[in-house]
């Protein structure tokens, strides 16, 4: 079959949905089918580097987001656009996000009649996620609002997919009236290479780390509490100061932590690696190094990043969830 995904999310900077979705993409492009992923063309195209070749990238043209620059604003829906879609007969359209593109996907599926797939990825619509991005204003009125949208597009799709049974369930309590299958996130197997003890000496080496090494990876911004897991660590170094945190990833508040790492005054034991891309991150070694995976996240479903850790056999600390 040929799969049409429409997402808003893109990269960079690196984020879990846009990893699921290339994770997804490339398990449908091993069954034989083909994927082509339309997304905002980002402001640092060239540095887009996909593990799978198979899969097809179209860019759209975008603007910078106002709130959120790295989100890239499209407008998708054009005549140019509709005729493309038609003439790569695409069997399916699958919508992986609620603003321009995704809309934009739906409505591409109704006018041509091809079959459309919503994921729904994660709880942006809940009040306790509203209020860790500084929404605190009518966040009751701005959340029923999100979850009345959402539910209006999924119902428009033909079938859902939720990546936890939780998601399902609250899916159906607001209404959602397509089939829901629970399909959970993966990652690229095939795509992951443990290197020997050498060249993990020479990167832990390399980046100036500490005898041991606790590892988070994931979007430098709000919603991940970078915050509290800097302070936290403050404390773990009172304890002992053998003990490094790497933090791999780019985002909008990379440099508010890297001011609070040094206020708190363990800038020394703290190293922003900045954003990798997939293929560098699992099979360079970077996993190997750690001792354990860390995140104070309070709104993740099922980031990609804790599957990986998982893959490489490291314990996992992470935080009461929004549900």
Known sequence: MKIAFFSDFTAPPQNG??????????TLCRLGHEVIIFTPNPSRRKSIKLVDERIVIKFLPSVPGLL???????FPVSPRLIQKIKALNIDI??????LAVGLGGIFIGK???????????????EEDFLEIID??????QVSSFLWKYTSFLLNQCDHVIAPMAMIKKDLVRHNIRP??????NTIQEDAIQYVDEQTVSALHKRLGLSDRVVLFVGRLSKEKSID??????SHVLKKRDDVSLLIIGDGPQRESHRKLAKKLGILKNVT?????????????????LADMFVSASMTEVQPVSFIEAFFFGLPIIGTTALK
């Open 111 to 125: 006018m041509l009649k091809i079959p459309i797939i919503g994921t729904q990825h994660n709880y942006a619509m």
């Open 17 to 26: 949905v846009w990893t699921s979705i290339v994770n997804l993409s490339s």
């Open 179 to 184: 089939p829901i299958t629970v399909l959970p």
């Open 272 to 288: 922003f690696a900045g954003e990798l891309d997939q293929e560098n991150l699992l099979t360079n070694g970077y996993y190997q």
């Open 93 to 98: 359209i699958h919508v992986h996000s609620p």
């Open 135 to 140: 929404i605190h204003y009518m966040t009751k």
């Open 228 to 233: 509290i897991l800097l302070t936290g660590f």
């Open 68 to 74: 959120y620059p790295d989100l890239r604003l499209s």
